[in-house]
């Protein structure tokens, strides 16, 4: 419940992430999952439904390899989709 009101407070804010701008969205959704006392196992299996459906696969994959860590998932994220 904390981890929906957390990822709807991120879609209002900066709406689906699409794949742009992934430093600033990361940091606004981490922000707002920790201001929702959100553990980082659920804010890593939540992260997918931020995202728009073309890139959700990848995303998808990204959390299943490194499901483990936010920090890491952070980094390769940045790494796929940096500009």
Do not use: C
């Not at 994959?61 to 936010?70: A, C, K, R, S, Y």
């Amino acid at each position: 419940m904390l981890a929906t009101k957390a990822l709807h407070a991120v879609v209002e804010k900066l709406d689906q992430f699409d794949g742009q701008d992934i430093s600033n969205y990361l940091q606004t959704y981490k922000k707002e999952m920790e201001l929702n006392r959100v553990s980082k196992r659920e804010m890593i299996q939540t992260f997918e439904l931020a995202v728009v459906p073309e890139i959700r696969e990848r995303v998808k994959g990204l959390i299943e390899h490194f499901n483990e860590d936010w920090e890491v998932l952070s980094r390769a994220m940045k790494e796929e989709y940096f500009l």
